[in-house]
Every structure is written in structure tokens, then in C-alpha cells.
């Protein structure tokens, strides 16, 4: 099972930008795994921002235009640009991973601690 440590988050103004990094286990091979990120915003409940895979990449209808995701295998990392903020992207962002060898449109099964991002106006 791999584990995901997320790091990037922050405090930015609205319009600013963030990239989000997803850490995998060293030495996994990420190209056997989707790998998405998850906005838990106070109050609501989890969403789904953004999925990558060997055969798919995903956007939620608020990231797309704004955030990109992409992965770099030799590292082991999966990231999230995030431009162009809006209040309402403050959340905790988690990434988490798939079952090996299933695309985004499989769920997840193992979650990061996540990390905070706040977007004021």
C-alpha cells in the first residue's frame, strides 16, 4: 500500500496561485495508480478536484481552466497548479490513490493527512 504525504499548501489571496505536491512511497511506481485530489472544505462534504492515470486525467467542473494536475514518476510525486484562486477552493486538499492498475473512474482506497489551503478575498 503506498503512502501519500501532500505538501504545498498555504495562505494566498484571491487570484494567486499554489501548487500542491502528492508524494507517493519512494521506489512505487505511480504509473500503476490513479491518483486524485480531494477538497474538504468546513462544513461540507469531501469533493473530488482533480484525477490522474495512466489512461485518464479528471477535472471537477470548479478546477477545470483554473488547476492542472500531472505527475512526475521518477519522483514518485503527483501535482496540483492551482491558479487563479477563489475563496471557495479554502479546504483541507488530501490526495489519495487507487487499486494498482485502475483509472480515475475506479474509487479510492488510501488517503494523505491532507494539507490546508486558504484563499481570502
Known amino acids: 500500500q503506498l503512502q501519500l504525504v501532500e505538501s504545498g499548501g498555504g495562505l494566498v489571496q484571491a487570484g494567486g496561485s499554489l501548487r500542491l505536491s502528492c508524494a507517493a512511497s519512494s521506489g512505487l511506481n505511480l504509473d500503476y495508480y490513479s491518483i486524485g485530489w480531494f477538497r474538504q472544505a468546513p462544513g461540507k462534504e469531501r469533493e473530488g478536484v482533480s484525477c490522474?492515470?495512466?489512461?485518464?486525467?479528471t477535472y471537477a467542473e470548479s478546477a477545470k481552466g483554473r488547476f492542472t494536475i500531472s505527475r512526475d514518476l521518477a519522483k514518485s510525486t503527483v501535482y496540483l497548479q492551482m491558479n487563479n484562486l477563489k475563496p471557495e477552493d479554502t479546504g483541507l486538499y488530501l490526495c489519495?490513490?487507487?487499486?494498482?492498475?485502475?483509472?480515475?473512474?475506479?474509487?479510492?482506497?488510501?488517503w494523505g493527512k491532507g494539507i490546508l489551503v486558504a484563499v481570502s478575498s
Open positions: 489519495a490513490h487507487g487499486s494498482k492498475y485502475q483509472n480515475c473512474k475506479y474509487g479510492m482506497n488510501s
Open positions: 490522474i492515470s495512466n489512461s485518464d486525467e
